[in-house]
């Protein structure tokens, strides 16, 4: 089982450029969220879906937008990438019944 | 407003024992959840307590005092490999997860 995958890996971005996160998910969870991670804070949440068809926005959604037309995707879409977006991006899922998240590998992103 | 504290960092040494505090304030409560991060590498879940009390899983153990608003992990046997961070994340009201920055801990030989 894939679990929950995020792609790229990593990427280098240029400010002003757009760029979009892919995350998919084959356990069926409801639920989906965008995180970000930096240094010396805790996960930081950019948006969620509770389910197909439905966003929220979390703690920091400013210059980040993200769509949930099916259960297994959630890609997280940068439209013009500043350098403070520089960060280690991660999805998850839950299902409802249990909360536990689950999460991808990452990706890490760099805005030059 | 919501908020996590942990330490920082702890430092312990090869086969002893640890306890990890966290305290957290947050507008309402569903439970609270501790994961695992390796550098480098995503979270993973270790424990979640709803009620309070100790849950006991091998050599992790996590307890719960919801009017303290207080939680710790307990890592027995420890072992080269717990050397991670341990993040503290209560759920609120609107079951959002709150994370704290994490504790690192250093496993020393």
């Known amino acids: 089982t894939a679990g929950i995958t995020q792609a790229p890996t990593s990427q280098i971005l240029a400010a002003g450029r757009s760029m979009t996160l892919r995350c998919t998910q084959d356990?069926?969870?409801?639920?989906m969220y965008w995180y970000r991670q930096d240094l010396g804070l805790g996960l930081r949440l950019i948006h969620y879906?509770?389910?197909?068809?439905?966003?929220g926005k979390g703690e920091v959604p400013d210059g980040y937008s993200v769509s949930r037309a099916n259960t297994d995707d959630f890609p997280l879409t940068l439209a013009s990438a500043v350098p403070s977006q520089t960060s280690v991006y991660f999805c998850?899922?839950?299902?409802?019944?249990?909360?536990?998240?689950?999460f991808g590998p990452g990706t890490r992103l760099t805005v030059l | 407003g919501q908020n996590i504290d942990q330490p920082t960092e702890m430092t312990a040494t090869e086969g002893a024992i640890v306890q990890i505090n966290c305290t957290y304030q947050?507008?309402?409560?569903?439970?609270l959840f501790w994961y695992q991060q390796h550098a480098g590498e995503a979270p993973t879940f270790l424990s979640y307590?709803?009620l309070d009390g100790l849950e006991e899983k091998g050599r992790f153990s996590s307890f719960l005092s919801r009017s303290k608003g207080y939680s710790y992990l307990l890592l027995k046997e420890l072992q080269m490999k717990d050397s991670a961070s341990y993040l503290c994340?209560?759920?609120?009201?609107?079951?959002?997860?709150?994370w704290g920055a994490g504790t690192k801990l250093i496993i020393k030989p």
């Open positions: 307590n709803v």
């Open positions: 356990m069926r969870h409801n639920a």
């Open positions: 998850a899922s839950s299902d409802r019944d249990d909360n536990e998240q689950f």
């Open positions: 994340a209560p759920m609120d009201s609107n079951y959002q997860l709150i």
């Open positions: 947050t507008s309402g409560f569903n439970g």
């Open positions: 879906s509770n389910t197909a068809g439905t966003t």
